[in-house]
């Protein structure tokens, strides 16, 4: 028993050491540049995680243009923003029963010391689509409980723009934004309430959600990230949208050797983009 433990935890360590954030694909033409994937994590800075990380400085270096789920631009973050909030004269109250609206203001007065009814929170808040204060509600609880440790003003997206201005690399989107910001107006207060409402249900166990994902991407377990989750993630609205999304990262890869930067949680899992890749039939290589 003590030996077949042994081989168990041998295994879990391989695995573990095989993790990776930065994957190569490999272009058909050998003669071809390869492009690379690196997945980010969103509560974490990426200052000790990519500066001592040669390999993904060496991926800016020998790829020509940078990809990112949607532009990076200030044009392309309005749009998004706008498809964020609800109409004129609607407020999220609309979306909530009254046991979802007192646990809101449970979560609230826990990390802001006052209620929806307050005006100055009513301006963050109250104007925001059940998915947006899903993503202001986990980064509220996240941050409160990690201070010092995490910065939400210095992310992974922002340090991946300023190297590709500083190496004067393009930058694109892979999904165009005013399609990602229309499906975000097409979703159902249903679906957009199946988001919200695990949160509202239950805030303590979206934290140790959230905490077990970072823990997992630490690991470069990007499965890990996925599944902690649990696809409650409003990132890619649709697990379907991959094969999609997949087929764009094939083609802009063998146009252009390019550095793709997205979330954990889309690249990761059963169902994420490096799943989608190799079901493409592309070849896909963890860089160490």
């Excluded at 200052?47 to 990809?67: E, F």
């Excluded at 202001?136 to 201070?147: E, S």
């Excluded at 975000?184 to 077990?212: C, F, G, H, T």
């Amino acid at each position: 028993m003590k030996k077949l433990f042994f081989f168990v935890l041998l295994a879990v360590m391989t695995v573990a050491v095989k993790a990776q954030i930065l994957y190569r694909i490999t272009p058909t033409d050998s003669t071809a540049k390869p492009s690379y994937v690196v997945a980010t994590m969103k509560f974490l800075n990426p200052l000790g995680i990519i500066d001592p990380d040669d390999s993904v400085k060496a991926a800016i270096q020998h790829t020509d243009r940078m990809a990112f789920l949607t532009h990076p631009d200030a044009d392309s973050v309005n749009i998004l923003n706008a498809a964020r909030e609800l109409p004129a004269g609607k407020n999220i109250r609309q979306f909530l029963s009254a046991d979802e609206l007192k646990s809101l203001n449970t979560i609230l007065k826990a990390y802001e010391g006052i209620g929806i009814d307050n005006p100055a929170i009513q301006k963050v808040y109250g104007g925001l689509t059940p998915v947006a204060l899903a993503d202001k509600l986990d980064q509220l609880i996240f941050v409160a409980n990690h201070m010092g440790e995490y910065d939400p003003t210095h992310t992974f997206d922002q340090w991946f723009k300023a190297q590709a201005q500083k190496n004067q690399m393009g930058m694109y989107g892979l999904c165009p934004v005013r399609r990602m910001a229309q499906k975000l107006e097409d979703m159902s207060a249903s679906e957009q309430m199946a988001v919200l409402r695990p949160i509202l249900n239950d805030y303590q166990a979206r934290l140790a959600q959230l905490d077990k994902a970072v823990s997992a991407y630490k690991l470069r377990d990007l499965g890990g990230v996925a599944n902690a989750l649990n696809g409650t993630s409003s990132v890619c609205p649709s697990v379907g949208c991959m094969p999609t999304m997949a087929e764009k990262v094939k083609n802009m890869s063998i146009q252009k050797p390019t550095l793709f930067i997205l979330d954990a949680a889309i690249v990761g899992g059963n169902h994420g983009l490096l799943k989608a890749l190799a079901d493409a039939g592309v070849k896909i290589q963890a860089v160490e």
